[in-house]
């Protein structure tokens, strides 16, 4: 039964996750085993903790992947190309991240507490980033001239509600049906912000 030289630490919390998001912070260590066709043992030689564990596969990376996007950006395109850009990337990280952090704090898991000033909260530094790449697109004249916060309020809004009501709701949608729903949203940011002069 044992194999833990062949199964990563990867793999592991790959299993780990996917039973985390199935049978929520209940689920056995035992089930994650058997899934991994491991010993009990092995998890606890390799994670410590049924909690370790949990963190390890469920808690997002403090890098929020997309940044380095936002913060390249914006360029010489047009703005309603380089959101629908940011609005896939922005999106994909939520639809993952979301259910993860909803079964740690059904388990009591205060991911807040995690960082070490309020300004380095993943949520916090989101709005801090995109806010910069409204500020840069609006000073290069790619968007007309508004606070660059109610820019970000909004087109970040609409992207975070949308993962949460398929959580919540245990709703899924398809991947065309969210595609399309990130143009709408972008169309409509967009269609708001455009420059004088040009079409929505």
Request: proline share 8%.
């Given at each position: 039964m044992a194999r833990p030289r062949n199964t990563t630490d990867a793999q592991i919390l790959e299993e780990a996750r996917a039973c985390f998001l199935e049978h929520g912070a209940g689920a056995s260590t035992t089930l994650i085993a058997e899934r991994l066709g491991i010993s009990h043992g092995v998890l606890f030689q390799r994670f410590g903790t049924k909690e370790q564990l949990l963190r390890a596969a469920l808690l997002p990376s403090p890098a929020q992947p997309w940044i380095a996007q936002v913060r390249a950006g914006p360029d010489e395109r047009d703005a309603r190309t380089q959101l629908l850009e940011?609005?896939?990337?922005?999106?994909?990280?939520?639809?993952?991240?979301?259910?993860?952090?909803?079964?740690?704090?059904?388990?009591?898991?205060?991911?807040?507490?995690?960082?070490?000033?309020?300004?380095?909260?993943?949520?916090?530094?989101?709005?801090?980033?995109?806010?910069?790449?409204?500020?840069?697109?609006?000073?290069?004249?790619?968007?007309?001239?508004?606070?660059?916060?109610?820019?970000?309020?909004?087109?970040?809004?609409?992207?975070?509600?949308?993962?949460?009501y398929q959580h919540l709701s245990g709703q899924g949608f398809d991947g065309p049906d969210n595609h399309a729903y990130r143009q709408f949203v972008v169309d409509t940011v967009y269609g708001t912000l455009a420059p004088t002069g040009e079409p929505p």
């Open positions: 940011l609005a896939e990337e922005i999106s994909t990280y939520l639809e993952r991240i979301v259910p993860a952090l909803a079964v740690l704090r059904s388990a009591g898991v205060q991911v807040e507490s995690l960082a070490e000033r309020r300004e380095e909260l993943p949520p916090v530094r989101a709005r801090r980033e995109v806010t910069a790449w409204f500020t840069r697109a609006i000073e290069r004249g790619l968007l007309r001239p508004v606070r660059p916060e109610h820019a970000t309020d909004l087109f970040l809004g609409a992207l975070q509600f949308r993962p949460f």
